[in-house]
């Protein structure tokens, strides 16, 4: 479990620090990657095309683990993200990733899942829900 960890650890600092450290020593040759709103990466080579070329237009600026869930081939790991882009936007939210690993310890399967960190209740003014009128986020 630890070193399914230190993997998952490693992956994070790469983008915090926007540097290739050993994309192809962590995902193996035919992993897949979902991001939470929609892209697919197909294989170690175009996973690191994407690293390379997104942290040319953005910067993570937080990317913190909250806790880890094993299981016999999986692992879950809950995190909080944030990113500015040189376009000015702002990317802020809660997220899980399900990572599959090899028997290699290699991460063949890695899917992201989002979640909006402004939360509210809309039952805060009684039993009819009152929604925010604001846009749906891509997650």
């Known amino acids: 479990m630890e ?3 230190a ?3 490693l992956w994070f600092e790469m983008w915090l620090k926007k540097v290739d450290l050993g994309i192809t020593k962590l995902f193996s040759d035919g992993a897949v990657y979902v991001e939470s ?14 690293f390379d070329e997104w942290n040319r237009r953005g910067t993570v600026v937080q990317w913190e683990i909250k806790q880890f869930i094993h299981s016999e081939k999986q692992t879950i790991t809950e995190w909080k993200f ?3 882009m040189d ?3 702002v990317e802020e939210f ?14 063949v399967f890695l899917k992201e899942f989002g979640c909006n960190i402004h939360n509210y209740d809309p039952y805060q003014a009684g039993d009819k829900p009152q929604f925010r009128e604001e846009a749906t986020l891509w997650f």
């Open 3 to 5: 070193q399914r960890e």
């Open 7 to 9: 993997v998952i650890c």
């Open 37 to 50: 709103w929609g892209p697919r990466y197909e294989g170690a080579a175009k996973i690191k095309l994407w």
């Open 82 to 84: 944030k990113a500015e």
């Open 87 to 89: 376009s000015g936007s």
């Open 94 to 107: 809660d997220g899980v990733s399900l990572v599959e690993w090899s028997q290699e310890g290699k991460i």
